[in-house]
């Protein structure tokens, strides 16, 4: 992945990359070294300048799905579908619907693939120590109890995947270990592949997260930076 602004270019290179289904993955770096980015290209988000292969199995069960193939075809409809049904994403900002109660921003994705209740969003809210707030507004929640529902939503449709960006970056550190607990064990139950990027390695180690060995480096005359991921 090549971009360039105000004369800098970041080069994004993911040599090779392999994660197994039910696997906890964590890119660990500061501001600026393509973390982002990879998680937008893992979520079909981004499209790389270059494919050698990505290849995309949601279950163990049939052949794995050619990502590449979609994005040389431009079949970008049937990417977006692929996102929607299989991969759960936590933003930062928690990224939730100030209009939507919390039941509400919880069951959008399961709503959206028409998807049965069946109890999922109040069982998650449950154990995420939400249950007194699904009828609130995200506005009266503290910012962890936003990030709580941030993570519960995107866990509400049993996604093969779930990723998440910064996501306990806004909240104190007792509390992000916390949060971080709770997204991880819920994950594990589930058999959920989690990828999480974030800037502090010391809780995130504690739970176990196989951590992406990746180097960011500067040519000579400054102009571009590259960051190298591989795992």
Same mark, same amino acid.
């Given at each position: 992945m090549d971009r360039?602004?105000?004369?800098?270019?970041?080069?994004?290179?993911?040599?090779?990359?392999?994660?197994?289904?039910?696997?906890?993955? /964590?890119?660990?770096?500061?501001?600026?070294?393509?973390?982002?980015? &990879?998680?937008?290209?893992?979520?079909?988000?981004?499209?790389?300048?270059?494919?050698?292969?990505?290849?995309?199995?949601?279950? %163990?069960?049939?052949?794995?799905?050619?990502?590449?193939?979609?994005?040389?075809?431009? +079949?970008? %409809?049937? &990417?977006?579908?692929?996102? +929607?049904?299989?991969?759960?994403?936590?933003?930062?900002?928690?990224?939730?619907?100030?209009?939507?109660?919390?039941?509400? %921003?919880?069951?959008?994705?399961?709503?959206?693939?028409? &998807?049965?209740?069946?109890?999922?969003v109040e069982q998650?809210?449950?154990?995420?120590?939400?249950?007194r707030h699904l009828? +609130?507004?995200?506005?009266?929640?503290?910012?962890?109890?936003?990030?709580?529902? /941030?993570?519960?939503?995107?866990?509400?449709?049993?996604?093969?995947?779930?990723?998440?960006?910064?996501?306990?970056?806004?909240?104190?550190?007792? /509390? /992000?270990?916390?949060?971080?607990?709770?997204?991880?064990?819920?994950?594990?139950?589930?058999?959920?592949?989690?990828?999480?990027?974030?800037?502090?390695?010391?809780?995130?180690?504690? &739970?176990?997260?196989?951590?992406?060995?990746?180097?960011?480096?500067?040519?000579?005359?400054?102009?571009?930076?590259?960051?190298?991921?591989?795992?």
């Open positions: 360039k602004s105000q004369g800098i270019s970041f080069r994004l290179n993911v040599p090779s990359l392999q994660i197994a289904q039910g696997e906890k993955i /964590a890119l660990i770096g500061e501001s600026g070294c393509g973390k982002s980015t &990879l998680l937008d290209i893992l979520a079909f988000i981004s499209q790389p300048s270059q494919i050698g292969a990505f290849r995309f199995r949601p279950v %163990n069960t049939g052949e794995p799905i050619d990502v590449g193939h979609f994005w040389a075809r431009r +079949k970008l %409809n049937r &990417l977006g579908e692929l996102r +929607k049904r299989h991969i759960g994403y936590v933003m930062q900002t928690g990224g939730l619907l100030p209009y939507l109660t919390v039941r509400d %921003n919880m069951s959008l994705s399961r709503n959206v693939l028409g &998807l049965r209740d069946a109890g999922v998650l809210a449950r154990e995420l120590g939400i249950a009828d +609130k507004l995200p506005e009266t929640l503290s910012t962890g109890e936003r990030q709580r529902v /941030a993570i519960g939503r995107a866990l509400a449709h049993e996604p093969s995947i779930v990723i998440a960006d910064e996501p306990t970056a806004s909240v104190d550190p007792f /509390a /992000a270990e916390k949060i971080m607990s709770l997204f991880i064990g819920l994950a594990e139950e589930r058999n959920i592949t989690v990828i999480v990027a974030s800037h502090a390695w010391r809780h995130i180690k504690r &739970l176990g997260l196989r951590r992406l060995a990746h180097h960011t480096r500067r040519s000579k005359d400054g102009r571009t930076t590259e960051t190298v991921v591989n795992g």
